[in-house]
């Protein structure tokens, strides 16, 4: 068995050594974007290196469209592909009502999320919080899956 101690939290206050057989922690990600000469290019980036885009997935630059891990947060690769289509498309639609990608960072229920464990875990949508209230009001069921 593992224990462990909370270091610090955002609570502040002390906590009790959490006791389990195992952990799964993933430490996070970050944009690799040094030395690409992107500022001079125009393009603004954020503190941690992710490239500042807008709902369309424009940077700052006018030419310069940004998808994907360079963009922040969920950092996949099914995310990643939902906002290149995405950032295509307002790369080459004609007029915005042909085609809009807004809100492919805004909207984290517009495109797939996947956990790679074994077993898997996806989602896509609205989380259960917000499927239960209007406009919604869902009926939300929640439980473990066992697989065999």
């Not at 290149?84 to 797939?112: I, N, T, W």
Request: hydrophobic share 45%; net charge negative.
């Amino acid at each position: 068995p593992l224990s462990l101690g909370l270091v610090a939290s955002r609570g502040g206050g002390a906590r009790p050594p959490l006791r389990c057989d195992m952990l799964f922690t993933a430490t996070g990600r970050r944009a690799v974007s040094d030395g690409l000469g992107l500022e001079a290019a125009g393009v603004a980036l954020a503190s941690n290196g992710d490239v500042v885009v807008g709902a369309d997935l424009q940077s700052r630059a006018s030419r310069v469209y940004a998808a994907g891990d360079v963009v922040g947060a969920p950092q996949l690769a099914s995310t990643g592909i939902a906002q290149a289509e995405g950032a295509v498309d307002a790369m080459f639609c004609a007029s915005s009502a042909d085609c809009a990608p807004s809100s492919l960072l805004a909207d984290a229920a517009r495109y797939p999320i996947g956990i790679w464990t074994v077993p898997e875990v996806a989602l896509v949508g609205l989380t259960a919080a917000k499927a239960r209230v209007p406009p919604h009001s869902l009926e939300v069921v929640e439980g473990i899956g066992r697989y065999s």
